[in-house]
């Protein structure tokens, strides 16, 4: 299996409703690309999540989750978002099934599951810090293409001021 690092930089997270299109750079997500095979699999094991507030405490309620609408047109690896193997022998999968790491849309930006959510990290974004390891049988898994099974992100659910953060996913595709 190969493991990756999907990770952003100073990602403004505009506070949005489930089943909202989100806004273009609000978010990041990753999801396996229209291409992939039904059976191709991402499965997260880790979350990390850091504040850049610059100057007063900024509570924030962050919920990482599934998408109950896709992407369309993902932008892969648009402003601020990088992906990486972390292993640095491995020779990675092959293109058509390489995950999408996105925090905008061509088309049409995606909307977080009301009935997916999978973790709520709420933190002080003036310096604070979230981090969510899986134990080993509990990892966030992602297949196929459909949803909504294939996308998730993470993004703010609640903020009186929108956070400004960093932060990563680490996963393997298989």
């Known amino acids: 299996m190969a493991r990756y690092s999907t990770s952003w930089t100073s990602l403004t997270m505009t506070a949005v409703g489930d089943s909202t299109a989100m806004g273009a750079n609000n978010y ?4 396996n690309i229209s291409t ?7 499965k997260v094991s880790e979350v990390y999540i ?19 609408t896709n992407a369309n047109g ?10 990486t193997l972390t292993d640095a ?24 599951s009301s009935s997916a959510h999978l973790l709520h990290l709420s933190f002080n974004a003036y ?12 990892m966030i898994s992602l297949v196929g293409t459909a949803v909504p ?3 998730m992100s993470i993004s703010a659910i609640t903020a009186a001021t929108a956070p400004v ?10």
Do not use: M
Request: with cysteine; net charge neutral.
């Open 89 to 112: 022998g491995s020779a990675g999968v092959p293109t058509t099934s390489l995950p999408n790491s996105f925090s905008s849309a061509t088309t049409a930006n995606p909307s977080r």
């Open 149 to 151: 099974l294939s996308e």
């Open 36 to 42: 992939a095979a039904a059976s191709t699999t991402i």
């Open 50 to 68: 850091g504040g850049e507030a610059a100057s007063a405490s900024t509570p924030a309620t962050i919920v990482v989750a599934r998408h109950s």
């Open 127 to 138: 310096g604070g810090i979230v981090r969510w390891v899986a134990s080993p049988d509990q």
């Open 165 to 174: 953060t960093s932060g990563h996913f680490l996963y393997e595709v298989a």
């Open 28 to 31: 990041c997500a990753i999801g």
């Open 74 to 83: 993902p932008s892969n690896l648009g402003a601020g978002i990088r992906q």
